[in-house]
């Protein structure tokens, strides 16, 4: 099991997709250990509700631009020493509504705080995707592996464009020795997550709440491993730290079926909804599991929330933050 790095090793950072789920944990772990931070998203996907408790802070600042676009990097001003590069949308409703801006994220954005961190000779740390093995003929995921994925479907805008972006990253530790390492993660899971972004946990939970059937693609047959936001960013600080210029998978040990994953979710909710079975999406992953080997050895990470108890964590934050579903009308 890890402890959180204390106290961690920088003094001024820069958190891009910072108002969204993950880049909201990290703003929030970084300033509290005592490091400055700019907060930058241009609220596509994001939202500034998840760091408002933060603005107002000593050595918080929210920065609202497209990394993207040309005009960001010279708003930060640095000196940074660390850049963590999170800004892409993540769920499937957004990537396939933002299609053009997601691929923008993974290249320009990409190659536009990479020349930040070298700038500043900072840390950097690009988050890449589980989805990078797209549907993968190799379980568990090792980052030696290559990955099957479809470069013309649905998905594609969002692994390619993460792909491409671990292209960029090794491309600029190779020519220019940057200090850059990438990050692979795995069905990262918890508080902040959107109700009705069209991933599975918040999905489950908000039907489960409403009294909604639980909509399970396929047969629920495909599995899944979850992990606890707090131990996805301890994985994400700790290599960060590292140094390392290789990928490192930061994902669950622990593989559940969705359909599973769905009913346990009903039982700890204590709701009447029952289990929907709707049309499975084009390249949906069949098994989805990271080997977590190179994570362990190279830094002592594991998770140590189960994925249960985490799942009730998840449903407290969504039960205080959701509107209560309307009564039936009476007849």
């Not at 250990?33 to 996907?45: H, P, T, Y």
């Not at 020519?175 to 508080?191: C, E, H, K, M, S």
Request: charged share 25%; hydrophobic share 40%; net charge negative.
């Amino acid at each position: 099991m890890t402890e959180p790095i204390s106290p961690l090793p920088w003094r001024r950072a820069v958190v891009t997709g910072g108002a969204g789920f993950l880049g909201s944990h990290l703003c929030e772990r970084l300033l509290s250990s005592g490091a400055e931070v700019d907060c930058v998203d241009n609220l596509l996907s994001g939202s500034r509700a998840n760091v408002a408790h933060l603005e107002g802070l000593p050595g918080f600042r929210f920065v609202e631009c497209d990394v993207s676009g040309p005009d960001c990097v010279r708003r930060l001003e640095g000196p940074y020493d660390l850049v963590l590069h999170f800004a892409c949308p993540a769920s499937p409703a957004d990537y396939l509504r933002l299609p053009l801006e997601t691929l923008d994220a993974g290249s320009l954005g990409t190659r536009s705080m990479l020349a930040v961190a070298e700038r500043d000779g900072a840390r950097f740390l690009l988050a890449s995707t589980s989805e990078v093995y797209g549907d993968p003929l190799q379980h568990p995921q090792r980052e030696d592996y290559w990955g099957n994925v479809n470069p013309v479907g649905p998905r594609s805008v969002y692994d390619e464009a993460k792909r491409f972006a671990e292209a960029l990253v090794t491309a600029h530790v190779r020519a220019r020795g940057a200090d850059a390492g990438i990050v692979r993660l795995f069905n990262t899971y918890g508080p902040r997550m959107r109700a009705h972004d069209g991933r599975m946990v918040p999905t489950f939970v908000c039907q489960a709440l409403a009294g909604e059937p639980l909509t399970v693609a396929g047969d629920g047959g495909q599995t899944r491993s979850l992990c606890y936001v707090d131990d996805t960013i301890d994985g994400v600080l700790l290599v960060a730290a590292s140094h390392s210029v290789r990928p490192v998978n930061i994902g669950g040990s622990d593989e559940v079926t969705v359909r599973d994953i769905a009913r346990r979710v009903v039982e700890l909710t204590g709701s009447s909804s029952r289990i929907e079975f709707v049309d499975r999406p084009v390249d949906d992953p069949q098994r989805r599991r990271p080997d977590t080997a190179l994570a362990r050895e190279l830094l002592g990470w594991a998770p140590k929330v189960p994925w249960e108890e985490g799942i009730k964590h998840t449903i407290a934050y969504f039960a205080a933050t959701q509107p209560a579903p309307e009564p039936a009308p009476r007849l």
